[in-house]
């Protein structure tokens, strides 16, 4: 008996507020329930909860527009910065190491290093046999370039963790840095 009176109460509520005829209306059915193929067009195009049509149909047509999302960045977790600056560090400092070899055999095939020896050894200033090229050899400017492209390691991993400490007290203060994200 309460399941007739609940069944009649809630017709009367779909045909006040909706404006058409329950016959009229497809039900609304969750689409991952039935699937994408037992879906049939007029459930796809269910009406407005207001009821009206127009506004259904104004609805479907309109463009989405681009969503944005205000963030801030709060905390940074200084391990994951050590990470990343540390491979960062090793990486430029293979560079680096690279670069001075290179920049070296160019110039020794360029002929710098006999250059500035026969500069040297005109102007008087030679003393005991000057040889550029046997003070500044390849294993000599290797060894000093590997050298400090470990200290520039240590001290940017350093550096970087010491940042992101300060960052973290500072964002609880003031916040941390506020971000707009859009998605265009």
């Known amino acids: 008996m309460s399941e007739n009176v609940d069944d009649k109460q809630s017709r009367q509520t779909r045909s006040t507020s909706g404006g058409a005829s329950e016959s009229e209306r497809s039900p609304r059915v969750a689409r991952s329930v039935l699937g994408e193929s037992s879906v049939s067009k007029s459930e796809s195009n269910a009406w407005p909860v207001n009821g009206n049509k127009s506004a259904g149909k104004s609805q479907r047509k309109r463009t989405p527009r681009a969503r944005r999302m205000s963030l801030s960045l709060t905390r940074v977790d200084a391990w994951s910065v050590a990470k990343v600056t540390?491979?960062?560090?090793?990486?430029a400092g293979i560079i680096q190491i690279v670069a001075v070899a290179l920049i070296w055999a160019l110039l020794n095939v360029v002929g710098v290093f006999d250059q500035v020896t026969q500069i040297v050894s005109s102007t008087g200033l030679d003393t005991g046999g000057f040889n550029l090229a046997s003070?500044?050899?390849?294993?000599?400017?290797?060894?000093?370039?590997?050298?400090?492209?470990?200290?520039?390691?240590?001290?940017?991993?350093?550096?970087?963790?010491?940042?992101?400490a300060l960052y973290n007290v500072i964002s609880q203060l003031v916040g941390g840095v506020h971000v707009t994200l859009g998605d265009d």
């Open 86 to 91: 540390l491979l960062l560090s090793v990486a």
């Open 135 to 164: 003070i500044f050899s390849l294993g000599t400017v290797l060894s000093a370039v590997t050298i400090l492209s470990i200290v520039e390691v240590v001290v940017a991993t350093l550096f970087a963790v010491i940042i992101a």
